[in-house]
């Protein structure tokens, strides 16, 4: 019985030590953004929403914003396809060079961020597409690309094959087989690797550093730049504004698929 | 009778082991075929050839007299219970059971009422909106059943349908798809390692073993004169001993096995004198004797254990005579005489009729 119930204290006492440390670092930040001071400080002096109207009226926000949400909305969209059709190809077919794909495939991943950066603004000058934004999504898109074939691999791998087999039987032809029950099936990782790729694509800063300019510049690289000035409260507020995205994209991500779902990674 | 199916010579390899080895199966129509056999033996493969998934490396298939080697399975009627079920996790059992409705295109406004009607056949009906996640494993293969049945097939397939069901609602079941079957009409193969159940549905039987048809016949055929040791041993519950011919008469041998002299049944096979047999006996057909005069054949034997199964009892009789053999048989009836403990000495007693000879397969 006692041993029980030390038990139970001191898991507790884990579960709250590392609640704490993990959530410590925003609780900050969300409250130092709502100072009415000048400077970043906790606890905040007052309460006012003077720096996220601040933020607002700010010239370069509101684009960089938009772009950033641009960029990651074309990063999430390429990689919806690109990354379903790899994941199931590899997976579950076996072909020539299988092996050889998937680790092709992987490899942005394991490629500096600074040496991606840098080739593909060499790549991009060379075929005259930078200081476009849509680039900057496929870059975005590409280096990121494996988050998106791990998840649905994960689906596919728990996929029973006998449910293609099954479909035919039914009298579904092959494509129509693939639409209505291998698709569906592996949504669960599809929609996972989705809210990946657009959380992603919307923190991703060095590779976007490379690949932006004055006039196509994206959120990250706009903090980055105005911390080079002066650090204001502004920029908590837009700690919570990523803070708040992030929190949408697991409530979405909950809703669509369930987060038991997403937490086994099936 | 029309044919239905009709398997030819069909044999499947995996890289160079041979699952099917030259199967050969007429299926009429409307009928109700059982394949049995160990596990391995070949029955899926067999199934998923006739389905369509898999093409045989050797053979023909026909189903309504037409080669089906190019017809892809979606091409095919033919619906198919498989042995890991294969539900569409994602859709309802409801939507699970229209899916080949809709696939085959039915009248839309057909395909609710079908659905219902097949649900409550496999008594479902209240479960239409679960998930197969949400369905226990044997309401899970009802589902399944009642997907295979919605479109009307020509064909049945059934892979091991009623495995995961308890004693008593597999018993049920069996004389229930029994049932449905009949009334539907529907030509069927069905595969199971159960005997009993191959026994109680079946118009007919197939034994496999290692990728052959061993034989196959109807169940009172295959249970009365089973044609070789595999099966004589596989349906039933059966002893084996061997044995040497050592006499022949009209449809009975006199057999030396260990040092006693035996009559057996030769099956209209001609086993001349020095053959190497191995017989067979069935547990019911012995019995604990005082007077053997009755019996063609008596042994001694000591009982080595008994097993109480509530309706009978199963005696297991070591016979040193018979080179050591251990005998099975039943008691159904032991509360009206003496029950028999074990590592007592008892007589053995069983009719020439009831024990089988079957030439020894060749040993080289
Ligand atoms: N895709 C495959 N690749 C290689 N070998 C296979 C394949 N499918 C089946 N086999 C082999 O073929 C043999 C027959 O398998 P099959 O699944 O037909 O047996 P079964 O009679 O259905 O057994 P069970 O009663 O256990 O289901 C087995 O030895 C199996 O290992
Ligand atoms: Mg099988």
Known sequence: MRGARSKKIVLWSIIWFNIITLSLPTVIVIGASFTAGEIIQF???????RWYQKLWQLDDFQPALMRTFYVSIICTLISIPVGTLAAIATVRYRFRFRKSIQVYLLLPFTI????????????FGEIRILGSLWPVGMALCIINLPFMIWSVSASVNALDPELENAAYNCGAPPVQAFLTVTLPAVMPGVITGSMLMFILA???FLVSLFLTDSRTVTLPVQ?????RSIITPDLAAVSVIYIVIALIAVWLLDRLVGLEIFLRSK | ???????????????GTLAVNAVNLVLNRGEFLTIVGPSGCGKTTLLRMIAGFEVPSAGEIRINNDRVESIPPYRRSIGMVFQKLALFPHMTAAQNVAYPLKMRRFEPAQIPSLVDKYLQLVQLGDYAGRYPHELSGGQQQRVAIARALSFSPDLLLLDEPLSALDKKLRE????EFR???????VTTINVTHDQREALVMSDRIAVMNEGVVQQDGTPVDMYRNPENRFVANFIGMTSLFEGTVCATGDGVVSVKSGNVLLQARSNDKVLPVNTRVDCAIRAEQIRIVEDASVYDNSVFGTIEHRIFEGDRIVYTVHVEDLGGARLHLFDH?????????????????WNARDLFAFQAPQSN
């Open chain 1, 112 to 123: 500096p961020l600074v040496v991606s950066g840098i080739s593909m603004m060499i790549f």
């Open chain 2, 179 to 185: 049932r449905i079957q009949q009334e539907l009409g």
């Open chain 1, 43 to 49: 606890p905040p002096e007052g309460f006012s929403l």
């Open chain 2, 1 to 15: 009778m029309s044919r239905m199916v009709e398997v030819k010579d069909v044999s499947k390899s995996f890289d």
């Open chain 2, 333 to 349: 009836d032991p509360v009206s005489h003496k029950e028999y403990p074990a590592n007592e000495r008892v007589r053995l007693g």
């Open chain 1, 202 to 204: 919307f923190n991703e």
């Open chain 2, 172 to 175: 049920e079941m069996q004389l």
């Open chain 1, 223 to 227: 903090i980055y730049n105005s911390i």
